[in-house]
């Protein structure tokens, strides 16, 4: 007879993939070390352009540079994580930026750094990421057990909410203290040891009988999405609350307005705390099986607090409610990445990555013009509520227009049953080979 899971192991983390997968324990360990060095590029990156130029423009430039290639690699390295070995292609993409944070610190050692290779690296950066990211999001399905995705999706958030929380402290103290050289040279060597990780992990052939990467197998992996209504409504929902409800481009003009200069850095880093406390204590995660509900549950508590956050007039509550906002984003994103790995074929799972690649960094672009533009015609405070509550009111709206979503059950749902079915078959097959 199963013991039931004590209250302490309700709350902590849900350790079991880490346990049961080396493989695992090398990607985690891996995107510990990578994540941290990363931060540290992301952060000396717009410091140095500003030192060079002086120009809150040319700062921003960054992220039009980047957002093509994000998009456009992004679907290729979909196709590409499905035909060929996934871990080959995160090892080479690992690689790549390796060689281009090189460049960065040989731009910053010389007498007079020069603006243009930044540009030129940022946007390459962005394109191996795309490439990398959808091999490295549908790594997971292949090396964990299928009833520990939820886990393991929550050990991995944990790290990335830890590094978003302390990441850019410390870049900042790195860069203040001993230059945007160090911070560059620190990231060359994390990506150096994440390389050594990744390196002893076994491969991740495709599937059998996996499609060629080409604009046709692009196509079918979008029609999949577009067919499954449920899947489908992950990525709206996902990109309706980035669209609405993401105010972080006017955070200095809502501390101003709070009269709160002082608290920009906490604003900064409030939503990445409350979502570090929720993975924190994500064990009650994996007992979860209507994933639908999840999401829209989660979905409704990043709208709300989000317009809470615009209404009050004090900092402290402002910083609570990002708080509790980060929180529910937390959640949110373990519920859509459970139900992607759960019922998405694996044949077809790098494909769909690069799609919600697509749906978690476009949202936030366009969320950041919305909010700003807004806030010129409401005011700051005005553009924050009346995104939150148009968050709100956009979910309730998707949930009446498909409610296949809260029906979802990994229980009874019969593309988990197809997925489950096949992963416990290939992963028999493994083991009769390794005997």
């Known amino acids: 007879m199963t013991t039931p899971p004590s209250r302490w192991q309700r709350i902590r983390p849900d350790l079991t993939p880490w346990r049961s997968s080396r493989d695992f324990r090398l990607l985690w360990s891996s995107g ?14 717009p410091l140095q352009i500003k030192h060079l130029t002086n120009s809150s423009f040319a700062v921003g430039l960054i992220g039009a540079v ?18 060929l070995d996934r871990r080959k292609l995160v090892l080479c993409a690992e690689a790549g930026l390796l060689l281009l944070s090189s460049l960065l610190l040989l731009n910053a050692l010389l007498p007079n750094p ?6 030129l690296v940022a946007g390459l950066v962005a394109a191996v990421d795309g490439l ?35 990441g850019p402290a410390v870049a900042g103290v790195i860069v203040a203290v001993a230059g945007v050289q ?13 390389l050594l990780l990744l390196a002893r992990m076994r491969a991740v052939p495709p599937s059998t009988g996996a499609d060629k990467p080409s604009l046709g197998a692009i196509v079918t992996g979008v029609k999949y999405a ?4 449920d899947l489908l409504s992950t990525y709206v929902i996902d990109t309706c609350a980035m669209l609405f409800a993401y105010p972080v481009a006017i955070y200095a003009f809502w501390a101003s307005d709070l009269r709160a200069d002082w608290a920009l850095g906490l ?27 999840m999401l829209v549950l989660a979905a409704l508590g990043w709208g709300v607090s989000i317009t809470l956050a615009g209404l009050v007039g004090d900092i402290w509550l402002v910083l609570l409610c990002l708080a509790a906002a980060g929180g529910a984003d937390q959640i949110s994103g373990v519920a859509r990445s459970t139900v992607w790995n759960q019922s998405i074929p694996d044949q077809l799972r790098g494909r769909l990555a690069g799609v919600e690649l697509l749906s978690y960094s476009v949202g936030p672009q366009l969320g950041q013009v919305r909010a700003g533009g807004m806030a010129g015609l409401v005011g700051v405070r005005g553009s924050v509520w009346a995104g939150g509550l148009a968050c709100v009111v956009g979910v309730l709206g998707l949930v009446a227009a498909v409610p296949q979503l809260l029906r979802y059950d990994d229980r009874t749902d019969p593309n988990v049953a197809l997925v ?7 992963a028999a097959t493994r083991e009769a080979a390794a005997a």
């Open 114 to 119: 020069v603006l243009w290779p930044i540009y």
């Open 182 to 194: 160090t911070a560059y040279a620190m990231d060359v060597l994390t990506f150096g040891v994440s």
């Open 32 to 45: 510990c070390v990578s994540s941290f060095g990363s931060f540290l590029t992301y952060v000396a990156v």
């Open 132 to 166: 990398q990211r959808p091999a490295l999001d549908s790594l997971t399905p292949r090396i964990v057990a299928h009833d520990q995705l939820t886990a393991a999706f929550a050990l991995n958030s944990l790290y990335r909410n830890a590094a978003s929380v302390a």
């Open 420 to 426: 489950r079915a096949r992963h416990e078959a290939e």
């Open 66 to 83: 980047e957002l093509v290639p994000l998009i456009v690699f992004g679907l290729w390295g979909g196709a590409l994580a499905d035909a």
């Open 226 to 229: 577009w067919g499954r209504r």
């Open 267 to 293: 604003m900064y880093g409030a939503t990445a705390a409350g979502a570090l406390v929720v993975s924190a204590t994500s064990g009650w995660t994996s007992g979860i099986h209507r994933h639908g509900r």
